[in-house]
């Protein structure tokens, strides 16, 4: 395992990620996991696609889950009497 900085697509600052790689034949899972929140994702690629593109794929997708977890912004609609 080991620590990495990581930004979210729109410039803020994700903190330290932590990412795990696990080789399983022709095939690694890269697990990502955000300490402050403890959520996880995991990934499963080919060997040969290279660190990099495993990392940057294993982000996405833990930006797309933290995004998700995200509470919707409340409507400002309404009737003021």
Do not use: H, Q
């Not at 300490?35 to 690629?45: D, K, Q, R």
């Amino acid at each position: 395992m080991e620590e990495r900085n990581g930004r979210k697509p729109d410039g803020r600052d994700l903190g330290n990620v932590i990412f795990e790689f696990s080789a399983m034949g022709n095939s690694v899972k890269v697990c990502a996991v955000d300490p402050v929140t403890g959520l996880e994702v995991a990934i499963v690629g080919p060997a040969g696609a290279g660190e990099a593109a495993l990392r940057r794929t294993a982000m996405a997708k833990l930006n797309y889950m933290l995004e998700k977890r995200r509470p919707a912004p409340l409507s400002r609609g309404g009737l003021y009497v």
